[in-house]
């Protein structure tokens, strides 16, 4: 059983920044983060697998950065230059393949508990 403890999140105003981050109590191909913003379907925002392949969600890209720690086992997330509508709760997911519509997959994906990130204008 793979754990994901998350860290970061709050609160900051339109064009602040945060940063977000989960470690895994093992290794996995793939980690990443998904959100999911009240009303609205969960939304993959960044993964990052194998060496370093990285892919961000379109509406991210060139704001937030994915990195993995020294440990291989934390993924972090950079969120700058927030908007309003990056509000939504943040979930860190793992798993041990990858797919662009499902993000970390594979034989089984794992979740965290999510952290909320608040975007006020």
């Known amino acids: 059983q793979v754990r994901l403890a998350e860290s970061g999140g709050g609160s900051v105003q339109a064009g602040g920044s945060l940063s977000l981050s989960c470690t895994s109590s093992?290794?996995?191909?793939?980690m990443g983060w998904f959100r999911q913003a009240p009303g609205k379907e969960r939304e993959r925002v960044a993964s990052?697998?194998?060496?370093?392949?990285?892919s961000y969600t379109d509406s991210v890209k060139g704001r937030f950065t994915i990195s993995k720690g020294n440990a291989k086992n934390t993924v972090y997330l950079q969120m700058n230059n927030l908007k309003p509508e990056d509000t939504a709760m943040y979930y860190c997911?793992?798993?041990?393949?990858?797919?662009?519509?499902?993000?970390?997959?594979?034989?089984?994906?794992?979740w965290g508990q999510g952290t909320q990130v608040t975007v006020s204008s």
């Open positions: 997911q793992a798993g041990g393949a990858y797919s662009d519509r499902l993000g970390c997959t594979g034989g089984q994906t794992y």
């Open positions: 990052i697998r194998g060496g370093n392949s990285i």
């Open positions: 093992t290794y996995t191909y793939c």
